[in-house]
């Protein structure tokens, strides 16, 4: 069973500029999270979705950033405009249906300076 | 609210020795935990998980116990072995177990497992 697909695996932007991270999740996982997890602390859900609805957006930065899932599949994250607090690992994570363990991709590695 | 706590930053141990990981919690509706184990440049790896209904969970070398009157648990690996050492994480399901909610993680601790 492939695991949980994401990219690019780094990526190096100045403030104020965008960037968009995609995710592919384990095949039949309806439930997509994406986390960021800044250096020394634990991932921290950013936004949640159950096929292409969406679950939990509550800590996401809607000022800037911004999530979707079409088709109930891939995901995509993007922040706009980027700001140096942004500099963080993004790691997409999937679930199987009713499924407490969550499977985790190897994330995208953002610096923004 | 920092609801999953893990107070060690860093852990060293001897090759063939236990490494004991704690991690306290202050939600009594917590039932269900999760230890994930990070490589540098990798994605948490899930290693063990116990239901609040065990106070004793066993995967091989790795075994996690729950104290829910102390809202305390621990891992512990023996023998450990240099490949163990990683960023392991304690988390909890904010919903609790059945429930695919976000995870609540603890900051982590750093093992390192010396030849």
């Known amino acids: 069973e492939a695991g949980v697909a994401q990219s690019p695996r780094y990526k190096i932007i100045e403030k104020r500029q965008s960037v968009a991270f995609w995710c592919n999740p384990i095949s039949g996982h309806a439930t997509l999270y994406w986390y960021q997890q800044i250096l020394g602390q634990g991932p921290k859900l950013l936004i949640q979705?159950?096929?292409?609805?969406?679950?939990?957006d509550s800590q996401l930065p809607k000022d800037r950033f911004s999530a979707e899932r079409l088709k109930g599949v891939d995901s995509t994250l993007k922040i706009q405009p980027a700001k140096l607090e942004d500099s963080a690992v993004y790691l997409c994570?999937?679930?199987?249906?009713?499924?407490?363990?969550?499977?985790f991709g190897p994330g995208t590695r953002l610096l923004v300076l | 609210d920092q609801q999953v706590k893990q107070n060690s930053p860093s852990l060293s141990v001897q090759e063939g020795r236990i490494s004991i990981l704690n991690c306290d919690y202050t939600n009594s509706m917590f039932d269900y935990f999760l230890w994930y184990k990070k490589y540098p440049a990798e994605g948490p790896t899930f290693l063990i998980s116990i239901s609040s209904i065990k106070d004793k969970n066993e995967d091989g070398r790795f075994t996690v116990f729950l104290n829910k009157s102390a809202k305390h648990l621990s891992l512990h690996i023996v023998p450990s072995q240099p490949g163990d050492s990683a960023v392991y994480f304690c988390a909890a399901p904010a919903g609790g177990s059945g429930n695919t909610g976000k995870l609540i993680f603890g900051q982590g601790t750093t093992l390192q497992v010396k030849p």
């Open positions: 994570a999937s679930s199987r249906p009713g499924g407490e363990t969550q499977y």
């Open positions: 979705f159950q096929n292409n609805g969406v679950v939990d």
